[in-house]
């Protein structure tokens, strides 16, 4: 089993920046995917960012592209995502997740860390 666990939200205003955390714990030696994804409000989750523990390759949801930067340390089994510019509509709980070489959706979730900007 494989337990994640968010850190880093909290309440900025618009143009601030903010860096989340998500440390995993257990099997990390099954995450290959690891990826952050956020809700707002009254809206469905939305994939921010991710990458492939063989990869240097990242993808980003275009929303955030030029803006978030995801990051990680193996050693520690941790990743970040680094979120600048952030404006309102960032407001959201933001969520990490992982998944294991053959799933084919994410099986690892976080509790989640809530991210509100102010205007």
Avoid at 42 to 66: C, L, P, Q
Avoid at 71 to 94: C, F, G, H, I
């Amino acid at each position: 089993q494989i337990q994640l666990v968010e850190s880093g939200g909290g309440l900025v205003p618009a143009g601030d920046s903010l860096t989340l955390s998500c440390a995993a714990s257990g099997h990390t030696d099954n995450i290959y995917t690891m990826a952050w994804f956020r809700q707002a409000p009254g809206k469905d989750r939305e994939f921010v960012a991710s990458n492939m523990r063989s990869s240097s390759a990242i993808a980003y949801a275009d929303s955030v592209k030029g803006r978030f930067s995801y990051s990680r340390v193996n050693t520690k089994n941790t990743w970040y995502l680094q979120m600048n510019s952030l404006k309102p509509e960032d407001t959201a709980v933001y969520y990490c997740a992982a998944k294991s070489p053959r799933a084919v959706s994410y099986e690892y979730w976080g509790q989640g860390t809530q991210v509100t900007v102010s205007s």
